[in-house]
């Protein structure tokens, strides 16, 4: 069964299963953490870009969206040398070059990243909450601390007219049931 994992969320989510998976899978979640490091350390890599992949036996497939095409080739590159990478299917999408998604984007960003309650995650080195806007719909991916802050993200989104707003954003408690429940 493949082990499909957020890439901004591996760290947390593969360490606890680490400690109960087989041989096999072990080796699965060893490589999607050095998966997911590996694109949090890649510079380009911005709240507007969001990558997810999943490991099966060394098959690597990548999906989710970026701004460039040259992010999406240099990812597929990087996550190739992964040590215990065997083959990477790259299924990631390439979003449109378009005026009015950029001015969306830097207005969201400023709007959640600006707002107070959002300082802390404003100060990571990667921040969390991740804004795909692809011809004027909003999604937004990543992993908050509470539901308050998963509805104020998105409330905060969606008042720049957008044509529609997403929120997957995704809870630490939501994080660790998943974690548990895969275990």
């Known amino acids: 069964m493949p082990r499909t994992i957020t890439l901004l969320t591996a760290a947390l989510a593969l360490t606890a299963q680490m400690a109960v998976a087989g ?5 699965d979640f060893q490589v999607a953490k050095d998966i997911a490091a590996s694109v949090s350390r890649y510079t380009p890599f911005t709240i507007f870009d969001a990558v997810d992949g999943a490991v099966h036996d060394g098959v690597v497939t990548l999906t989710g969206k970026v701004t460039m095409p040259f992010k999406r080739d240099d990812i597929e590159r990087r996550v190739a040398k992964v040590e215990g990478v065997r083959q990477v299917n790259n299924k990631i999408a390439v979003l449109p070059v378009s005026r009015f998604d950029d001015e969306l984007r830097y207005r969201i960003a400023r709007s959640i990243y600006g707002n107070s309650n959002f300082w802390n995650y404003a100060t990571m080195a990667n921040p969390p909450i991740h804004i795909i806007v692809d011809n004027g719909h909003v999604t937004l991916t990543g992993v908050v601390n509470s539901n308050v802050d998963r509805m ?3 409330s905060l989104a969606a008042q720049f007219g957008a044509f529609s707003v997403i929120n997957d954003l995704k809870t630490d408690a939501e994080v660790r049931d998943a974690r548990e429940k895969s275990e």
Do not use: I, V
């Open 23 to 27: 041989p096999a899978e072990r080796k």
């Open 152 to 154: 104020l993200a998105r």
